[in-house]
């Protein structure tokens, strides 16, 4: 690296920068901020020549933050959100553009009553529209440019250059009266394919040889969750959805260990560029409220848990 000028850092590098940390591709980056990728490279340079610091890391799936690329990509979120707010307030104008969010069902009674209101208050002039499906619905909406940003969780899709906010907490939940029989198929309550836990169960249910049938399907995490609660069947749950009707069931019962599944932010490549800011809005208020604990955060333990999807 060559040594640094001394110059101030250059507001838009940076944030052509965050833009090719999340997107993971600077082809992707540069179509978003309408620049060509030469353009953006050059801007990328120019950023690791002021820092004296390897920012980004090429690799067979795009580009991935460097150990300093990820310490400035925090600091550089802040300082774009604090200087986009600065102009908002002292132009009168506030941020504007369209911000379409998808979400999975059980997350949305935390998000529409402690985040997204929050997030209008602060942003009246911009037009939010919220979405709730699968996660898996979630992803394919993201590639076809319906959805700016969703929370989802890291699979069944194939998405990439997600933001993990918390690692979920899958359990095999039963009613308290419901007994395991050895030998006969395992009923389930179970959402649609697209379901992330669904995925983690039938998996470990197959690999152990297990036998299983889906005596009960749903989109709704609502009507899943009773047919277990009334004994109709088991279900994957995150462990901080039980309730008091409901017990787990481990090893000891025979049936499979779960494995985990991080809950992440993603980013539309296909967002208008009088938008992103906007769209940082409100991915910085979700990072500032999911983060670490999620949904059931301390400072929201008076809200009832949500399930994931």
């Not at 249910?205 to 036998?211: A, C, F, H, K, N």
């Not at 994957?236 to 090893?251: A, K, N, S, Y």
Request: hydrophobic share 45%.
């Amino acid at each position: 690296m060559t040594e640094n000028t001394g110059a101030a850092l250059d507001l838009e590098a940076l944030r052509s920068f965050v833009t090719v940390a999340q997107q993971g591709s600077l082809a992707a980056a540069a179509e978003l901020r309408h620049r060509t990728v030469s353009a953006l490279s050059m801007q990328i340079k120019r950023l690791e020549q002021r820092l004296d610091a390897r920012l980004l890391i090429r690799g067979p799936r795009g580009v991935s933050p460097s150990p300093a690329g990820e310490a400035l990509l925090q600091e550089a979120r802040e300082l774009l959100r604090q200087h986009d707010g600065l102009v908002a307030r002292l132009t009168g104008q506030g941020l504007s553009g369209r911000v379409r969010f998808g979400m999975p069902e059980g997350y949305a009674p935390h998000l529409v009553e402690q985040v997204l209101p929050d997030f209008l208050a602060s942003h009246p002039n911009v037009l939010l529209e919220a979405v709730t499906a699968p996660s898996g619905e979630l992803a394919r909406r993201l590639e076809r440019g319906e959805l700016s940003l969703a929370v989802a969780l890291d699979r069944p899709h194939q998405l990439t250059n997600g933001e993990t906010l918390w690692q979920t907490s899958p359990v095999w939940a039963a009613s308290r009266e419901f007994r395991v029989a050895d030998e006969a198929p395992l009923p389930l309550a179970l959402h649609p394919l697209d379901c992330p836990f669904r995925s983690l169960g039938v998996e470990a249910l197959e690999s152990q040889g297990r036998d299983w049938y889906a005596v009960f399907t749903s989109t709704s995490i609502h009507a899943v969750e009773k047919a277990v609660e009334v004994g109709l069947a088991v279900s994957i749950l995150d462990r901080q959805r039980l309730t008091p009707r409901m017990r787990v069931l481990d090893e000891a019962e025979g049936l499979p260990h779960l494995g985990t599944s991080d809950a992440c932010l993603y980013f539309s490549r296909r967002i208008a560029a009088a938008s992103w800011p906007a769209v940082e809005a409100l991915a910085g208020l979700l990072r500032q409220r999911l983060s670490g604990a999620g949904p059931w955060a301390a400072n929201n333990r008076e809200a009832r848990p949500l399930a994931l999807g």
